[in-house]
């Protein structure tokens, strides 16, 4: 059974930092590409960031280049969401996903698990 378990969120002030984790298992991690996704309320699930298998590999929405930075720990089949210079625009509940493939993909659909996710809340 697999389970994508995501920690580390709360509430920071805008420009704070916050960095997530997601515990992932019942799965080959080194063989799953890693993804993050958000959803605000009332609004649609977005892409956030991707990783390869190897973390040799990875991309990011516009709206998060050069604050956010994902990588992963194979050894620890953990995934982690590095957040700095947090917007309030940035508040959403962050959800992990994995894929089965080595082909990174932004799509929502193309991806097989994901976790609960975990609130982040930016106060202005």
């Known amino acids: 059974q697999v389970q994508l378990v995501e920690s580390g969120g709360g509430l920071v002030q805008a420009g704070g930092s916050l960095r997530l984790s997601c515990a992932a298992s019942?799965?080959?991690?080194?063989?799953?590409?890693m993804a993050w996704f958000r959803q605000a309320p009332g609004k649609e699930r977005e892409f956030v960031a991707t990783?390869?298998?190897?973390?040799?590999?990875?991309y990011y929405a516009d709206s998060v280049k050069g604050r956010f930075t994902i990588s992963r720990d194979n050894a620890k089949n953990t995934l982690y969401l590095q957040m700095n210079s947090l917007k309030p625009e940035d508040a959403a509940v962050y959800i992990c996903?994995?894929?089965?493939?080595?082909?990174?993909?932004?799509?929502?659909?193309?991806?097989?698990?994901w976790g609960q996710g975990t609130q982040v809340t930016v106060s202005s």
């Open positions: 990783i390869s298998w190897s973390g040799g590999n990875r």
């Open positions: 019942g799965l080959t991690f080194s063989t799953y590409t």
């Open positions: 996903a994995a894929r089965a493939s080595a082909v990174q993909t932004t799509i929502e659909r193309e991806y097989d698990y």
